[in-house]
């Protein structure tokens, strides 16, 4: 294994009862990376994050974070920090509080500036000294981030910590997340959003069921779509269809939803360069495009057909 490898995973089999949660899960995740877990529900991100954080202890495979091996006895392993589900907090505490307990019981001496440069970074500067009773699922989120970040972590574990914000707050701890990794620090959170992933990712692992259907750069992910429905709406409506339909590289997709008050538009499915060339004919024959763009942006559609989703969840 490469010695700037933050987390390396062999073959990683977690059961519970009936239930294979992971099955031969394999993670490489290299020092200073943000890494995405993705996956439906169920998917076993949640429990592959606990396996890292040390909450649980996988029933096969091999693990090593930051360079260590992983034992069978349950704990957080050095330089590693996060939380799983949801961040825990002492609601009867102030923020400032929370944190400055949570370092004394760590064995802390952390001076009041940092917490309050902690507080300050996750955006929780004006509420510091308000307890965490009132505080609104964002607002816990960010103050289980500041606690994640208490300890300086080599590797930070972090369960949908986007859940509950809004932009602003996820900007917030986007750039908290970025300059963490830019620091040299590994970063790995899960999230439902793609579009949250694409922009905070180096590289993704996309989990279905268990099992590892895709692990690698985003961009690689979003090749993975092949083929897309795009909706394409033009100056000439029925010289776009008669000529759409002459392209036999391509399919019109009959009956397919359109926006109520829309425009008259037509489906057509197929990879990009055939609907360049599609464009081209049609700018050709003097009908305008007016609007194109798939149907389902191609990360999410990757994501539908890696997992199987949209044979379920898509019938239009
Ligand atoms: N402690 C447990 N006991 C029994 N089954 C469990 C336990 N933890 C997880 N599971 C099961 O393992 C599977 C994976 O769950 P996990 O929570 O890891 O998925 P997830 O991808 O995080 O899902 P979600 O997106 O809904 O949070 C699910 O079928 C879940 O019911």
Do not use: W
């Amino acid at each position: 294994m490469s010695a700037r490898a933050a987390v390396h995973a062999r073959s990683l089999t977690k059961i519970f009862g009936d239930v294979i949660a992971l099955e031969d899960v394999d993670l490489d995740v290299p020092a200073g990376q943000i890494h995405g877990l993705v996956g439906p529900n169920g998917a076993g991100k949640t429990t592959l994050l606990g396996l890292l954080l040390g909450l649980s202890v996988a029933d096969k495979g091999t693990l090593e974070i930051l360079g260590v091996p992983s034992g069978d006895v349950l704990s957080v392993a050095h330089g590693v920090a996060g939380f799983v589900d949801s961040p825990g907090s002492y609601p009867g505490l102030t923020a400032r509080q929370n944190l400055t307990s949570l370092a004394s019981l760590r064995g802390e001496v952390r001076a009041s500036g940092d917490i309050d440069d902690l507080l300050d970074r996750v955006g929780l500067g004006e509420v510091a000294d308000d307890t965490v009773r009132g505080f609104s699922l964002g607002m816990r989120q960010r103050l289980g981030l500041a606690a994640a970040l208490l300890g300086k972590p080599r590797l930070l574990i972090l369960d949908e910590p986007a859940n509950g914000l809004d932009p602003v707050g996820k900007r917030q701890v986007h750039q908290v997340l970025t300059d963490l990794a830019d620091s040299g620090a590994t970063v790995i959170l899960s999230s439902h959003r793609m579009d949250d992933l694409a922009a905070l990712c180096d590289e993704v692992t996309l989990l279905a069921t268990g099992r590892v259907v895709f692990s690698g750069p985003v961009s690689k992910l979003e090749a993975e779509s092949g083929e897309l429905d795009y909706r394409l709406v033009t100056s000439d409506p029925a010289e776009a269809r008669r000529i759409a339909e002459e392209e036999t590289s391509l399919t019109l997709v009959a009956g397919r939803k359109q926006a109520a008050g829309d425009k008259p538009a037509l489906v057509v499915r197929g990879h990009e360069a055939e609907i360049d060339d599609l464009v081209r004919r049609l700018v050709g024959a003097g009908a305008a495009i007016r609007e194109l763009g798939p149907v389902v942006p191609p990360l999410e559609a990757a994501f539908l057909a890696l997992t199987g989703a949209d044979d379920q969840e898509l019938t239009r």
